[in-house]
């Protein structure tokens, strides 16, 4: 988890490449620190890549994306939620532990960028116990979002992501994560609406479900189960009162802006 990060009358916790979508090229590097970069311009500084720079050309995207691999629910899960909370894992290395969730059978998972900065040798815990290495493909330069591959069998359970668009204030919401190391802690809220923190130019959402350290990285899910945001941060202290039930997730359409040619 991230320390504390002040902005004027708030106190934000956080807790734990950008793409283009038209045709051109793709440049794929590998950074100093061993994580893997895609993007639509070359690296702005070439000291820091190791092993060059690969370029590939794109093709024009369709209209309309492909349908995407449909969720299928866990063997004997009970709901939605619980077949969401079996599609969850927790990030475990050297000091810091966060939340990732697979969305492919392959095991193409999502987390947060500060989940996976500056670690050695992350495991992935998957709902069952079951350890496996963990591979971090790609973050984003732009959102605290960061693609990884938990390298272990095929056939793994999987979530889907949806658009929160159409969300309406009042909209049940469910977080699942490792919260205070607890695996697969499920906590419930609602959503509230799109914030913009600061200066920054990103959207995120807002929303009440009780989230510690250990949620960063973890789904923020509606009724069906569809994920809506990644879980990132939340607010501790507004002039030194405590408060309780703001957390922000990253958008799931800020996810797909970033890494779907990479999950598709």
């Known amino acids: 988890m991230r320390k504390a990060v002040y902005i004027p009358l708030l106190l934000l916790i956080v807790l734990v490449v950008p793409v283009s979508s038209h045709g051109g090229k793709l440049y794929k590097w590998t950074d100093e620190k061993g994580v893997v970069h895609f993007s639509d311009r070359r690296p702005e500084d070439p000291e820091k890549i190791t092993g060059g720079?690969?370029?590939?050309?794109?093709?024009?995207?369709?209209?309309?994306?492909?349908?995407?691999?449909?969720?299928?629910?866990?063997?004997?899960?009970r709901s939605p939620i619980e077949h969401a909370a079996n599609c969850t894992f927790t990030i475990r290395s050297t000091g810091k532990i966060g939340t990732g969730f697979?969305?492919?059978?392959?095991?193409?998972?999502?987390?947060c960028r500060h989940v996976v900065e500056e670690i050695q040798a992350p495991t992935a815990v998957l709902h069952d116990q079951t350890e496996f290495p963990l591979h971090v493909i790609a973050t984003s330069q732009k959102y605290d979002l960061a693609l990884v591959q938990v390298l272990g069998p095929a056939g793994l359970p999987f979530l889907s992501l949806r658009d929160a668009e159409d969300m309406a204030p009042g909209d049940r919401l469910f977080a699942i994560g490792t919260s205070l190391g607890l695996q697969s802690t499920v906590t419930d809220g609602v959503f509230t609406g799109f914030r913009k923190i600061g200066r920054a130019e990103e959207r995120w959402i807002q929303f009440s479900a009780p989230?510690?350290?250990?949620?960063?990285?973890?789904?923020?899910?509606?009724?069906?189960?569809?994920?809506?945001?990644?879980?990132?941060?939340?607010?501790?202290l507004i002039n030194g009162t405590p408060v309780a039930g703001v957390g922000f997730a990253v958008p799931s359409a800020s996810f797909l802006e970033e890494f779907q040619y990479m999950i598709r």
């Open 102 to 111: 697979l969305l492919t059978s392959t095991g193409l998972a999502a987390t």
């Open 211 to 236: 989230v510690n350290q250990g949620n960063s990285g973890g789904p923020l899910l509606d009724l069906q189960g569809q994920v809506i945001g990644v879980v990132s941060m939340k607010v501790l």
């Open 53 to 77: 720079v690969e370029e590939r050309d794109l093709e024009e995207s369709p209209k309309t994306n492909p349908p995407p691999e449909p969720a299928k629910q866990t063997s004997g899960a």
